[in-house]
């Protein structure tokens, strides 16, 4: 799929930049979990993946142990992150952003849209 030489100047492929961030507020653009809203819990930039709180659940069957009862445990399991998009407080959707660099040098993104800034508060 990708040629060789293609991606000259561009990261390598494992080094490949994901658009969300641990932390931020993303919502769900495709698949099962479509329109869902939920903060990025973990990023797996190799994978181009991202774990989504509340999103993309999977029952996972625990064997009892003496240390707990066992039974059915929900986890979020990573989804891609080309079925994320970035969500805009101000204009309740998810958008698309462009960066920007502040007076004190900080690069942030910020709405295509409204120009607010999107960066987690933590
Ligand atoms: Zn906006």
Known sequence: MIKRGANKGL???HEAKVHVKKNDTVVVIAGRDKGKIGKVL???????????????????HMK??????????????????????????KCKR???VAKKILEDGTK??????CGEIIEPKE
């Open 64 to 89: 009892p142990t003496p240390y707990s009862s066992g039974g059915i445990v929900e986890k979020p399991a990573p989804i891609h992150v080309s079925n994320l998009m970035l969500y805009c407080p």
């Open 108 to 113: 942030v993104r910020v709405c295509k849209k």
């Open 11 to 13: 990261p390598k492929p």
């Open 42 to 60: 973990q990023v797996f930039p190799r994978k181009g993946r991202a774990i989504v709180e509340g999103v993309n659940i999977v029952k996972k």
């Open 94 to 96: 998810g958008v698309k």
